[in-house]
């Protein structure tokens, strides 16, 4: 069982940065590859960052936010980290993080296994 807490989130202007910060329970995390999603009021979740269960682990980014945003994980403090910058409107959603058993990093939803409870981006215009 891993337990996930996201924080970081706020209100933010667009241009601005913002860090995600999502700890996890367990002594097992380092089995675990992690995600990011979001989900935007109104929308279906989407996909945005992936990282494989390394802590120097392959990475995968949605296009939308690809060369603003970075995905790390530190295996020793089971945290992983979404480093979003030049941040636009749209960006506004409430972000998870989630964990997939194995290696390889998705961005299919349906491969993670356990969820975090989410923390709100706002980005104003």
């Known amino acids: 069982q891993v337990q996930l807490v996201e924080s970081g989130g706020g209100l933010v202007q667009a241009g601005d940065s913002l860090r995600l910060s999502c700890a996890a329970s367990?002594?097992?995390?380092?089995?675990?590859?992690m995600g990011w999603f979001r989900q935007a009021p109104g929308k279906e979740r989407e996909f945005v960052a992936a990282?494989?269960?390394?802590?120097?682990?392959?990475?995968y980014f949605a296009a939308s936010v690809k060369g603003r945003f970075t995905i790390s994980r530190d295996n020793a403090k089971n945290t992983v980290y979404l480093q979003m910058n030049s941040l636009k409107p749209e960006d506004t959603a409430v972000y998870y993080c989630?964990?997939?058993?194995?290696?390889?990093?998705?961005?299919?939803?349906?491969?993670?296994?356990?969820w975090g409870q989410g923390t709100q981006v706002t980005v104003s215009s």
């Open positions: 989630a964990a997939a058993t194995g290696v390889r990093p998705s961005p299919m939803s349906h491969m993670y296994e356990y």
């Open positions: 367990g002594r097992t995390f380092s089995s675990y590859a």
């Open positions: 990282i494989g269960a390394r802590s120097d682990g392959d990475t």
